[in-house]
T-cell receptor, first 114, second 113 residues
């Protein structure tokens, strides 16, 4: 089945550690996005990428890094510079269609700092 | 900067009642999305609204878009417990050749028996 796969679903990070969240899609979508969701809050955009080898900062990019070496993959690294990384992270991808952009979300990854 | 505001943020209603959630946005856009999120889960797409005056309905939910007023509504008819969830609106912003989806803070809906 086509879709977006995020892994791991749950991740614990020690203080000072970098961790990487994986996002893979087999939908042949050009655009991919990373969002962060804090409890009881909306989604805030971290980074997004319209095409391979190109990405832009979203509203809360500090302390995060991404790469887009392949169309299918858009991993997010949460660095030690991110002071409060505990949150729910959602990856999404989209494709332009006449009926509007179709946007698909992964199942999400829970990151907790211990 | 695009701002997307939903209200109310919390809504408690009885089964069988009707109510409307509002979504205002600050910059011109011709694409608006409504999503549902259950606790601990990802987002489920409900509606995509693409033009002024667009109206879409699915079951007890109906969404509309007024691009001139920069307003979308999500109307709930004869609410049932299964509709309890958090509902988000999101607006697609095209800027400088890039596109991104900006979300409201969500409306947490609780439907009581």
């Amino acid at each position: 089945d086509g879709g977006i796969t995020q892994s791991p679903k749950y991740l614990f990070r020690k203080e000072g550690q970098n961790v990487t969240l994986s996002c893979e899609q087999n939908l042949n979508h050009d655009a991919m996005y990373w969002y962060r969701q804090d409890p009881g809050q909306g989604l805030r955009l971290i980074y997004y990428s319209q095409i391979v080898n190109d990405f832009q900062k979203g509203d809360i990019a500090e302390g995060y890094s991404v790469s887009r070496e392949k169309k299918e993959s858009f991993p997010l690294t949460v660095t030690s510079a991110q002071k409060n990384p505990t949150a729910f992270y959602l990856c999404a991808s989209s494709i332009n269609q006449e009926s509007g952009n179709t946007i698909y979300f992964g199942e999400g990854s829970w990151l907790t700092v211990v | 900067e695009l701002k997307v505001e939903q209200n109310p943020l919390f809504l408690s209603m009885q089964e069988g009642k009707n109510y409307t959630i509002y979504c205002n946005y600050s910059t011109t856009s011709d694409r608006l999305y409504w999503y549902r999120q259950d606790p601990g889960k990802s987002l489920e797409s409900l509606f995509v609204l693409l033009s002024n005056g667009a109206v879409k309905q699915e079951g007890r939910l109906m969404a509309s878009l007024d691009t001139k007023a920069r307003l979308s509504t999500l109307h709930i008819t004869a609410a049932v417990h299964d509709l309890s969830a958090t509902y988000f609106c999101a607006v697609f912003l095209t800027q400088g050749g890039s596109e991104k989806l900006v979300f409201g803070k969500g409306t947490k809906l609780t439907v009581n028996p």
